[in-house]
């Protein structure tokens, strides 16, 4: 904790009634507490150290979350709002629902510093095909990037600051990095999501970052196979067999907002198969926010 951030004494005073027993009292104790917002968290997480009453820590846990739930919420409505696409930026937002204290910046020298391997292997006499086989090499051979080696049902494995350590992600969070990595270098790499939650990406024949209705689309790339091109025949064989009529959206990319919505969903399911029911109200309100 830095010794050199200056308390303000009001708040001070405030979380020293935290262990107020009347509850109607200790709600607008509460209540005066959040008004200070995110600058109260350094003296709420000094004040949770120096108790060890589990009642007081948990609601001081409980204050701090809803402050930084607030401020998530914030962030994401700032984002979906005012005109940033920026995938990154959505992505850590999103991680930053689970991980509130998560380091950005530790998280972006991490995506350059795989960016930067990427940009070095590739050139412009490359094909598209081989400039994939690039990102493929770096990302799954050389950062050795992977799936659970078992099917699970566990939040972590979705958020940003775990795949980057561990090296391990479902494929949906995967093609979220492997679009970002692209995007960065220019690449004509979008999301999409096919039926079933599949994320996948497309490789446009127009360069640039923003795709539209002219563009073509001239493969696909699926992160669940390490990276493997594939046609839209293939994706026109799975239609049939789901029995999902054809329709043209279902082959184009989607938005970083629909991205990041899918990305909510997926994590609201999770946390229903371990039956948090808290946690699935709070993200269909922040779901709320890119609408």
């Known amino acids: 904790m830095d010794s050199t951030h200056e308390f303000d004494p009001q708040l001070e005073a405030l979380i020293s009634l935290l262990d107020e027993p009347d509850h109607g009292s200790f709600v607008k ?23 060890f009453d589990n009642s007081i820590q948990q609601r001081i846990e409980d204050i701090i979350h809803n402050i930084q739930y607030d401020q998530v919420f914030l962030d994401l409505t700032s984002w979906a709002h005012y005109g940033s696409s920026d995938l990154l930026d959505a992505f850590l937002i999103f ?4 991980y509130q204290n998560v380091d950005q910046d530790v998280i972006r020298k991490q995506i350059e510093l795989i960016k930067r391997d990427i940009w070095l292997e590739l050139n412009d006499n490359l094909t598209a095909l081989e400039k994939v086989k ?23 494995y979705l958020f940003l600051n775990n795949m980057l350590e561990s090296r391990m992600g479902y494929s949906f969070s995967i093609g979220v990095l492997y679009t970002i990595l692209a995007q960065s270098l220019d ?8 039926p079933g939650e599949r994320y996948v990406m497309a490789w446009l024949d127009a360069p640039g970052a923003v795709p539209d209705n002219s563009a073509r689309v001239m493969f ?3 992160p669940e196979n390490r990276g493997g091109v594939f046609t839209r025949n293939e994706i026109s064989a799975l239609l049939k067999k789901l029995k999902i009529p054809s329709d043209d959206k279902i082959f184009r990319p989607v938005s970083s907002k629909t991205i990041l919505d899918k990305l909510l969903e997926l994590l609201s399911y999770l946390y229903s198969m371990t039956g948090e029911s808290k946690r699935i109200n709070e993200i269909e309100h922040l779901r709320s926010a890119l609408r």
């Open 134 to 156: 690039v990102l493929n090499h770096i990302i799954f051979d050389l950062h050795r990037m992977q799936l659970p080696t078992r099917q699970v049902s566990e939040p972590r």
């Open 95 to 98: 991680t930053r629902y689970q």
């Open 187 to 194: 690449l004509p790499v979008h999301g999409v999501i096919l």
């Open 29 to 51: 104790v509460r209540e005066q507490i959040f008004a200070y917002g995110s600058s109260a968290v350094p003296l709420l997480e000094t004040a949770w150290e120096n108790t």
């Open 220 to 222: 696909y790339i699926n």
